[in-house]
């Protein structure tokens, strides 16, 4: 397991479908979020809630940390990640579409 770590940071190649997945879509949900938020809309997730005044730390968790996990995880450790990160993008559309 630690080895497969160690192989994946020396390589972002291995696993990258995974890894860009994973970064894209959170990019995609920070875009989202960002968006409906302008449109009136509020946070549900009582931790993002208190980010949203602050972009560091927004831009930190969306974007920075995703980026330093798939640089260090296997892609295939990301699979579960990436199944929730699609079932919530999806939420943020559905909702725009319902909403707005």
């Known amino acids: 397991m630690l ?3 160690m192989a994946s940071a020396l390589t972002f190649r291995k ?3 995974e890894k860009i997945a994973f970064i894209s879509l959170n ?3 920070l875009v989202l ?3 409906a938020i302008n449109l009136g809309a509020a946070e549900m997730n009582p931790f993002m809630r208190d980010l949203i005044s602050n972009p560091l730390a927004l831009y930190s968790i969306k974007l920075i940390i995703p980026f330093i996990l798939a ?3 296997p892609g295939k450790l990301l ?3 990436i199944a929730v ?3 919530v993008v999806g939420w943020d559309v559905r909702e725009l579409i319902v909403f707005f």
């Open 85 to 87: 990160l699609v079932f």
């Open 71 to 73: 640089w260090l995880l």
């Open 27 to 29: 990019a995609i949900d």
């Open 15 to 17: 696993g990258s479908t």
């Open 79 to 81: 699979v579960p990640s």
């Open 33 to 35: 979020t960002l968006f």
């Open 3 to 5: 080895a497969d770590i």
